[in-house]
């Protein structure tokens, strides 16, 4: 079955930088997009990242574009997320998801999280 597992969360300072990894199994991982979500205590949850799945494009929300850099490798099918220059109000629980089709932000598997915390 499809399974996402992140890992990599934890606790920053503002302006460090922390990098999620999301491996993956259960489907055949080239081939879908991936992304990244973010759900803050008491907020919605936040689109955060999506790459192609063979990296043609990457999109950011407007609050990450420019600290935050999503990859993968399909080689680990592994998706990635590096973040810096953190700020508190990127604390939130982090997920990763399965994109439907090889480019996009809809997503149908996601995993369980990660948290990061950024406080001083």
């Known amino acids: 079955q499809v399974q996402l597992v992140e890992s990599g969360g934890g606790l920053a300072q503002p302006g460090g930088s922390l990098r999620l990894s999301c491996a993956t199994s259960?489907?055949?991982?080239?081939?879908?997009?991936m992304s990244w979500a973010r759900q803050a205590p008491g907020k919605e949850l936040e689109w955060v990242s999506s790459?192609?799945?063979?990296?043609?494009?990457?999109y950011y929300a407007d609050s990450v574009k420019g600290r935050f850099t999503i990859s993968r490798d399909n080689a680990k099918s592994t998706v990635y997320l590096q973040m810096n220059s953190l700020k508190p109000e990127d604390t939130a629980l982090y997920y990763c998801?399965?994109?439907?089709?090889?480019?996009?932000?809809?997503?149908?598997?996601w995993g369980q999280g990660t948290q990061v915390t950024v406080s001083s």
């Open positions: 998801a399965k994109g439907v089709t090889s480019y996009g932000k809809e997503n149908d598997y």
């Open positions: 259960g489907f055949t991982f080239s081939i879908y997009a």
């Open positions: 790459i192609d799945s063979d990296e043609s494009d990457s």
